[in-house]
């Protein structure tokens, strides 16, 4: 039996910045939109308050917890809820037309933000960036940018839920531009579970108690006899 120590790399962690920083890193245009926002949101997920949550960001913190577990690299999955979103980005609901601009200016936040994360510990970290399936134009600069940042953890596909009608599915040939830009730059693709879901309304998100409260009324498809 070999006494050479296991190299531990988990490949699916999650980090994103704090609002304070994520404010530092928009686009100045938008900072007056943010205040705005930040002063009527509400953080959906209990379990991200109190010091817990500052292992999305906090190095000391974060290098410390994965030391102690014998990690030694991670591949990063964004975390927190970036600028205009209601929720994190890995369950979020694609942005309609009208609130894509606020959401664009949101992940290219984190994008930078996860730039400046990842360069601190480099050898440990690999980030993967973040698009919107809004416009593959932007799409694309985003791509660019997550190459040039030196981001090895690659793109993180959006899930396209089947009730997102304005946008197209991924089958659609329109994608090839994307995924063309994603292979010319040398990176690679990946997915979360959770952000193909349908809107399920309101009622799907967590009550105070953290516990899911579902519609009351639900159709059932029903035989006669």
Same mark, same amino acid.
Request: glycine share 8%; with cysteine; net charge neutral.
């Given at each position: 039996?070999?006494?050479?120590?296991?190299?531990? @790399?988990?490949?699916?962690?999650?980090?994103? $910045?704090?609002?304070?920083?994520?404010?530092?890193?928009?686009?100045?245009?938008?900072?007056?939109?943010?205040?705005?926002?930040?002063?009527?949101?509400?953080?959906?997920?209990?379990? +991200?308050?109190? *010091?817990?949550?500052?292992?999305?960001?906090?190095?000391?913190?974060?290098?410390?917890?994965?030391?102690?577990?014998?990690?030694? $690299?991670?591949?990063?999955?964004?975390?927190?809820?970036?600028?205009?979103?209601?929720?994190?980005?890995?369950?979020?609901?694609?942005?309609?037309?009208?609130?894509?601009?606020?959401?664009?200016?949101?992940?290219? &936040?984190?994008?930078?933000?996860?730039?400046?994360?990842?360069?601190?510990?480099?050898?440990?970290?690999?980030?993967?960036?973040?698009?919107?399936?809004?416009?593959?134009?932007? =799409?694309?600069?985003? @791509?660019?940018?997550?190459?040039?940042? $030196?981001?090895?953890?690659?793109?993180?596909?959006?899930?396209?839920?089947?009730? =997102?009608?304005?946008?197209?599915?991924?089958? +659609?040939?329109?994608?090839?531009?994307?995924?063309? &830009? @994603?292979?010319? +730059?040398?990176?690679?693709?990946?997915? +979360?579970?959770?952000?193909?879901?349908?809107?399920?309304?309101?009622?799907?998100?967590?009550?105070? *108690?953290? *516990?899911?409260?579902?519609?009351?009324?639900?159709?059932?498809?029903? $035989?006669? *006899?």
């Amino acid at each position: 039996m070999t006494q050479e120590p296991y190299i531990l @790399i988990t490949a699916d962690t999650h980090g994103g $910045g704090s609002h304070a920083q994520y404010r530092e890193y928009l686009d100045p245009q938008w900072r007056e939109a943010f205040d705005e926002w930040r002063g009527g949101y509400k953080n959906p997920s209990q379990e +991200h308050y109190g *010091s817990k949550k500052m292992r999305n960001w906090d190095c000391s913190i974060r290098n410390t917890d994965q030391d102690n577990q014998g990690v030694v $690299g991670e591949v990063v999955f964004p975390n927190t809820v970036p600028p205009f979103y209601r929720k994190s980005i890995v369950t979020a609901h694609p942005p309609k037309p009208e609130d894509y601009q606020r959401c664009l200016a949101g992940i290219r &936040a984190h994008n930078r933000w996860l730039k400046d994360f990842c360069a601190e510990d480099p050898v440990r970290r690999a980030g993967i960036g973040l698009i919107l399936p809004n416009d593959f134009d932007e =799409a694309t600069k985003d @791509i660019e940018f997550i190459a040039k940042s $030196g981001l090895r953890g690659g793109v993180l596909l959006p899930l396209i839920p089947p009730d =997102a009608y304005w946008l197209k599915p991924l089958y +659609h040939p329109a994608w090839d531009r994307v995924f063309a &830009a @994603i292979q010319d +730059h040398g990176l690679v693709i990946n997915q +979360h579970t959770g952000q193909g879901l349908p809107d399920y309304g309101e009622a799907w998100w967590p009550n105070r *108690s953290g *516990s899911r409260t579902w519609p009351t009324t639900v159709k059932l498809a029903t $035989g006669t *006899s």
